[in-house]
């Protein structure tokens, strides 16, 4: 009977230590602040830049992964001060204000207004 009631103590221990858990987790999703991180850059004749990018968040993104249109775009950093597109590498850690739909395909492309390196 000790051990039945001992099994049932640490059983309920371990679920409320895994739904405390997933609880934790869902939180920070949905309070972290959204950043795209570039996977590939690609350009045009006219020197258009498209970015090609993955969000951090994994439960309810804006999007998961999207192609950003870059014209009309500008390039800050976090103090504000405007950088060359040609900054951009693959990798670097972004945030994005977005303007409008460019075309409806899969991955989306969208428009930006603002996009910020991080660091």
Do not use: H, W
């Not at 049932?8 to 221990?13: H, L, T, V």
């Not at 993104?61 to 870059?70: H, N």
């Not at 060359?84 to 204000?97: M, T």
């Amino acid at each position: 009977m000790k051990l039945l009631i001992k099994r049932r103590k640490i059983s309920y221990a371990l679920v409320s230590m895994a739904m405390c858990a997933l609880l934790m987790f869902v939180v920070r999703e949905v309070f972290v602040n959204e950043y795209y991180e570039i996977t590939e850059i690609q350009t045009s004749d006219q020197m258009e830049y498209y970015l090609v990018v993955e969000s951090n968040k994994i439960i309810r993104p804006t999007f998961r992964q999207a192609v950003v249109s870059c014209e009309g775009a500008v390039l800050t950093d976090q103090n504000n001060n405007i950088l060359d597109f040609g900054s951009l590498e693959a990798g670097k850690k972004v945030r994005i204000v977005f303007d409008s739909f460019v075309a409806f395909s899969d991955p989306p492309a969208v428009g930006a207004t603002k996009i910020m390196l991080l660091n």
